[in-house]
């Protein structure tokens, strides 16, 4: 680049000469007036018409009239620009110079100096604002005047907003461009294969936006063979997902040095080229891609010529290739992110002696730490500045090195299992910024005179590990430390005093430090701190006045003992946590943090109302103010207001002393995902408007244990992600309905809440270290209360215990087959329990308890193979229990209450195959029936048989009645002696 910009300085410097010259030869022949010019003008006319023939490509010539006065731009051009500027809404007046004839002197245009023709537009926006959609930026679309400038050899269009609007298909007739920049443009749909047209193309950028998706997309590749000359290819963030052969018709560019391919869904790759035509790339970026295949063999470990390699995360497993200690050129490589399979870089990195930057980070990269640094570079002229080995499973001590890496700048080795005491060479590594040893199993005592050698230190994390720091109380360090990570360390009962000098910190984490006061000193030295973490200590006291002057924006000072009010927060926090303190009073009418996106609250002593102000923040995503004793009504807008849509995503009120019917405020808040209004005092019935409408993306609803009444809105049954619905302990009345199977989250049959998993990875937002927004969620389930966190986004949970419900239990629940946890315990519930039942195969907890059921149990409940608590008692169930798989694993006291049941584990025997129809009183069983059956038949027969022979045999018939006459006389007698015997006893007792 330097060189052509010489060369180009020369040429136009020997081109001014020439005209020059000329000229004056001239006017100083012009008086002899000779037949023929002298030799000396002929030689210099030939070098003049030898430049303008062969001017270099990048050279603008001047022309022998720019010498004397200035050229302005050609009309048809001019027009064209000024068709461009009509275009463009321009709301920073970047084009108001865009005015007057000579176009070349407008801001962002060159013309050639030779020809007049523009040859150059630099009009990208304000590179801060590249992202933005708004800001310091020209917005429109791109207009087809821009055919007209043919000459056109530069277009910067980049960082501007072209409204989602495609890529023009007439760029393509701009055949003389070299440089096409329409990065972060705001750009939609297909890149026009036209682009291949533009065949002197050497440096093209096409980056899009990875939010909320790729917004730009290409087929396959296949234009890009025709640009023979390109040599700068970035498309970022260019959805390629369809581009099979990628590999292939990048091969097809040889005079390619840089290729950028961050995250553009690539999936397959190829393990050789036949014929590798990419002999002078330099730089390949394919970062973010999901290729999950082997990361060798791969076509990247034979290019020799790379000095950059970025391959993090790709979704690569295996070790990494000895090819690459082929690869002597190579200064930057970045793996994080991948998975080594617990294996260790190969020997063979010894041999790459201009290695300068080595990423490793979170590779699943196994071994002895002083194995692998002796595996490291091993040159006399050792380049490497970078070193980062943090999140693998790297163990041993860390070597007693005689020749340490002394250009190292920064050494991470964060979160592994690293042992023993810190090597004295780490503390002559003077040019070190960057040293992280956090989260491992290091030990000893670090002192000041070590530390005091790295003078040039930015980022020390030595938190999470079992070292000391002992330092005098009035040692000041060297460096002006901008990020501290001291978490876990015995720093207390009071904060470091050598801390105060460090005034420059931008991150502070001291959290469970034992720090039990914070001195007035603190709020002030770290005023400037864009983080500040001081959680999980015993400080007791008020929070300052003063804190809403500070430019924090994530600030953690939960689970301390923090009392007094809430006061003012700083004007830029944006992340903001108290919770577990002992705050108190009401909560202040004005914040004053526009910008608050996070705001945790819970467990404290909180009383009065919510505040309007606090929903009126444009930016609040997450509220938490759980755990209070806040009562009142939730604010609504005023009638005379226009509603806002706002941005919250998850609310939790849950255990405070709250009234009033649904908030209607939350028909606002289209993004809500997590609404927790459990253990308050709401009443009413739920308001029609619960449903797809107003609440799509709900996921998880609690309405536990509070006043609500009526039915369920058949609305609430159509939220597609609603996978967590708790309506215990109200009111509720009427039947289940029947929409409830259509809950599709509750039937998906693979997968998990997305939506959930992001609140809970994304909650707090920490810098350095991810924070898990819900510490605590307590799901009641499997009968007792449980508490979870990041497994939130697969709890699958339907839960309608003790309410007023009545009807039977919806025919189709088997249709939910994603449930974990079912309850309808405590209702009037009627009917049979549904066959389908047995479909719920993730079944894990069953409460049916307390209700009016009837019939059998369905046979298929003995498929719940998952099905870990189970209970039907008291209901009016019948028959035989089934005995399979996990029914047979509960004992009676899931099934007392229920008189008709029979069989194992009870002690009521079923005497043969028992049916519902054998109730008690109306039926007996089948053997019985079959006894008196038996005994009828017999009895019939036997009498039968004695009258035949009585009646067909004279002499049986005659002494069988005289038999008969005999014993009826036996008896006779016997009767009136008794009966004369008894009147004698009574005469004799009344005497």
Same mark, same amino acid.
């Given at each position: 680049m330097i060189r052509s910009v010489i060369h180009e300085q020369i040429y136009t410097f020997a081109y001014y000469i020439c005209i020059h010259s000329f000229t004056q030869k001239k006017k100083k022949n012009r008086m002899a007036e000779p037949r023929f010019?002298?030799?000396?003008?002929?030689?210099?006319?030939?070098?003049?018409?030898?430049?303008?023939?062969?001017?270099?490509?990048?050279?603008?010539?001047? *022309?022998?009239?720019?010498?004397?006065?200035?050229? *302005?731009?050609?009309?048809?051009?001019?027009?064209?620009?000024?068709?461009?500027?009509?275009?463009?809404?321009?709301?920073?007046?970047?084009?108001?110079?865009?005015?007057?004839?000579?176009?070349?002197?407008?801001?962002?245009?060159?013309?050639?100096?030779?020809?007049?023709?523009?040859? %150059?537009?630099?009009?990208?926006?304000?590179?801060?604002?590249?992202?933005?959609?708004?800001?310091?930026?020209?917005?429109?679309?791109?207009?087809?005047?821009?055919?007209?400038?043919?000459? +056109?050899?530069?277009?910067?269009?980049?960082?501007?907003?072209?409204?989602?609007?495609?890529?023009?298909?007439?760029?393509?007739?701009?055949?003389?461009?070299?440089?096409?920049?329409?990065?972060?443009?705001?750009?939609?749909?297909?890149?026009?294969?036209q682009l291949g047209n533009i065949s002197k193309l050497s440096y093209l950028d096409l980056t899009s936006y990875n939010y909320p998706y790729n917004q730009l997309y290409s087929v396959d590749l296949s234009w890009l063979s025709h640009l023979s000359s390109l040599k700068y290819l970035v498309m970022n963030y260019v959805n390629l997902t369809t581009a099979m052969d990628w590999v292939d018709e990048i091969n097809m560019l040889p005079a390619l040095k840089v290729l950028y391919l961050q995250q553009c869904g690539l999936r397959k790759t190829v393990p050789f080229l036949r014929r590798s035509n990419l002999t002078v790339l330099e730089v390949l970026d394919i970062s973010w891609n999901n290729f999950r295949t082997t990361i060798a063999p791969n076509w990247f470990w034979n290019i020799t010529s790379l000095t950059f390699l970025n391959i993090r995360p790709c979704g690569f497993y295996g070790s990494i290739p000895d090819e690459i200690g082929r690869m002597a050129s190579l200064e930057e490589v970045y793996f994080q992110g991948n998975n080594l399979m617990s294996t260790m870089i190969p020997s063979s990195f010894r041999n790459l002696c201009n290695l300068k930057v080595l990423g490793l980070q979170g590779t699943n990269t196994s071994g002895d730490i002083r194995e692998l640094i002796e595996r490291l570079p091993n040159c006399p002229w050792n380049k490497l500045q970078q070193l980062g080995l943090s999140h693998n499973n790297i163990g041993g001590t860390l070597p007693n090195w005689s020749e340490p890496l002394a250009n190292l700048t920064v050494l991470l080795l964060s979160n592994n299992n690293i042992t023993g005491a810190i090597p004295s060479w780490i503390w002559t590594l003077t040019k070190l910024n960057f040293l992280d040893l956090s989260s491992n199993k290091l030990n000893g005592i670090v002192k000041e005179d070590q530390l005091g050698n790295l003078t040039d230190l930015l980022f020390l994390g030595l938190g999470n590990t079992?070292?000391?720091?002992?330092?005098?109380?009035?040692?000041?360090?060297?460096? %002006?430390?901008?990020?501290?990570?001291?978490?876990?360390?015995?720093?207390?009962?009071?904060?470091?005093?050598?801390?105060?000098?460090?005034?420059?910190?931008?991150?502070?984490?001291?959290?469970?430090?034992?720090?039990?006061?914070?001195?007035?000193?603190?709020?002030?030295?770290?005023?400037?701190?864009?983080?500040?973490?001081?959680?999980?200590?015993?400080?007791?006291?008020?929070?300052?006045?003063?804190?809403?002057?500070?430019?924090?924006?994530?600030?953690?000072?939960?689970?301390?003992?923090?009392?007094?009010?809430?006061p003012k927060f700083p004007i830029n926090v944006t992340y903001m946590y108290l919770q577990r303190n002992s705050l108190s009073g009401p909560l202040p009418s004005d914040f004053g943090a526009p910008l608050l996106q996070s705001l945790t609250l819970y467990d404290n002593l909180i009383s009065g109302t919510i505040p309007s102000s606090l929903f009126s923040l444009e930016h609040l995503e997450i509220l938490d103010l759980s755990g209070n004793i806040l009562g009142g009504e939730i604010p609504i807008y005023q009638e005379d207001s226009n509603p806002r849509t706002g941005q919250l995503i998850v609310v939790n009120l849950n255990s405070n002393n709250l009234s009033g019917e649904f908030p209607l405020i939350f028909r606002s808040y289209p993004r809500l995902v997590f609404l927790d209004l459990s253990y308050n005092q709401f009443s009413g019935n739920l308001p029609l408007w619960m449903g797809k409408k107003f609440l799509p993306i709900l996921s998880l609803l609690r309405l536990r244990s509070n006043m609500f009444s009526g039915h369920i809105p058949t609305e609430l049954t159509k939220i597609d992600q609603l996978q967590f619905l708790d309506l215990a302990e109200n009111y509720f009345s009427g039947s289940i309905p029947d929409s409830l199977v259509n809950l599709s989250a509750m039937a998906r049959t693979s997968g998990y809440s997305v939506l959930l998993d992001e609140i809970v990875l994304t909650g707090q937002g920490a810098m350095y270290d991810i924070i898990f927004f819900y510490e605590l969620v307590s799901v009641q389930t499997k009968g007792q209360q449980l508490e979870f966190s990041r497994g939130i986004s697969r709890v699958v949970n339907l839960d309608l215990s003790k309410n007023?419900?009545?009807?039977?239990?919806?025919?189709?629940?088997?249709?939910?087959?994603?449930?974990?946890?079912?309850?309808?315990?405590?209702?009037?519930?009627?009917?049979?329990?549904?066959?389908?039942?047995?479909?719920?195969?993730?079944?894990?907890?069953?409460?049916? *308890?307390?209700?009016? +059921?009837?019939?059998?149990?369905?046979?298929?409940?003995?498929?719940?193979?998952?099905?870990?608590?189970?209970?039907?008692?008291?209901?009016?169930?019948?028959?035989?229990?089934?005995?399979?798989?996990?029914?047979?694993?509960?004992?009676?006291?899931?099934?007392?209450?229920?008189?008709?049941?029979?069989?194992?584990?009870?002690?009521?025997?079923?005497?043969?195959?028992?049916?519902?129809?054998?109730?008690?009183?109306?039926?007996?069983?089948?053997?019985?029936?079959?006894?008196?059956?038996?005994?009828?038949?017999?009895?019939?027969?036997?009498?039968?048989?004695?009258?035949?022979?009585?009646?067909? %045999?004279?002499?049986?018939?005659?002494?069988?009645?005289?038999?008969?006459?005999?014993?009826?006389?036996?008896?006779?007698?016997?009767?009136?002696?008794?009966?004369?015997?008894?009147?004698?006893?009574?005469?004799?007792?009344?005497?």
């Open positions: 010019p002298p030799p000396e003008t002929l030689k210099i006319a030939l070098l003049c018409l030898l430049l303008s023939l062969f001017p270099p490509a990048t050279a603008s010539i001047p *022309s022998a009239a720019s010498t004397s006065s200035d050229r *302005s731009c050609i009309a048809d051009e001019r027009a064209a620009l000024l068709a461009m500027k009509a275009t463009f809404f321009d709301p920073n007046s970047r084009l108001a110079s865009w005015q007057g004839e000579d176009c070349c002197s407008w801001w962002g245009v060159r013309c050639s100096n030779r020809t007049g023709h523009v040859i %150059k537009l630099r009009l990208r926006g304000n590179t801060d604002d590249c992202l933005s959609f708004y800001g310091d930026k020209l917005r429109g679309e791109m207009s087809y005047s821009l055919v007209s400038l043919q000459k +056109l050899r530069y277009l910067d269009l980049s960082c501007n907003n072209f409204n989602w609007s495609q890529i023009p298909v007439f760029l393509g007739s701009l055949p003389s461009l070299r440089y096409l920049n329409l990065s972060h443009g705001f750009f939609y749909g297909s890149i026009p294969p079992h070292l000391q720091i002992k330092v005098s109380s009035n040692w000041i360090p060297p460096f %002006k430390l901008q990020a501290v990570l001291l978490q876990s360390l015995q720093l207390g009962p009071e904060v470091p005093p050598w801390l105060r000098s460090q005034t420059s910190i931008q991150h502070l984490q001291i959290a469970n430090t034992s720090i039990t006061t914070i001195p007035d000193w603190f709020w002030i030295v770290f005023s400037r701190a864009e983080f500040l973490d001081v959680a999980y200590n015993q400080i007791m006291g008020k929070l300052p006045a003063t804190l809403e002057f500070m430019a924090a924006k994530t600030m953690d000072l939960s689970n301390n003992r923090f009392t007094g009010m809430v007023n419900f009545t009807g039977a239990i919806p025919q189709d629940i088997g249709a939910l087959v994603a449930l974990k946890s079912l309850n309808f315990s405590w209702n009037l519930i009627n009917g049979e329990i549904p066959e389908t039942i047995g479909q719920l195969k993730q079944l894990e907890s069953l409460d049916l *308890s307390h209700n009016e +059921l009837s019939g059998e149990i369905p046979s298929s409940m003995q498929d719940l193979n998952a099905l870990g608590t189970m209970n039907l008692t008291y209901n009016n169930l019948s028959g035989r229990i089934p005995r399979g798989n996990t029914m047979g694993s509960y004992d009676a006291s899931s099934y007392i209450g229920n008189i008709g049941l029979c069989g194992p584990p009870l002690t009521r025997n079923c005497s043969g195959n028992a049916t519902s129809k054998d109730l008690p009183g109306n039926h007996v069983d089948l053997e019985h029936i079959s006894l008196y059956l038996g005994m009828a038949i017999g009895f019939v027969l036997s009498l039968w048989v004695v009258l035949c022979l009585l009646l067909f %045999k004279t002499s049986w018939r005659k002494s069988y009645f005289m038999f008969v006459d005999r014993q009826q006389k036996k008896i006779s007698v016997s009767v009136k002696i008794r009966c004369a015997v008894l009147k004698r006893k009574l005469g004799a007792n009344n005497r």
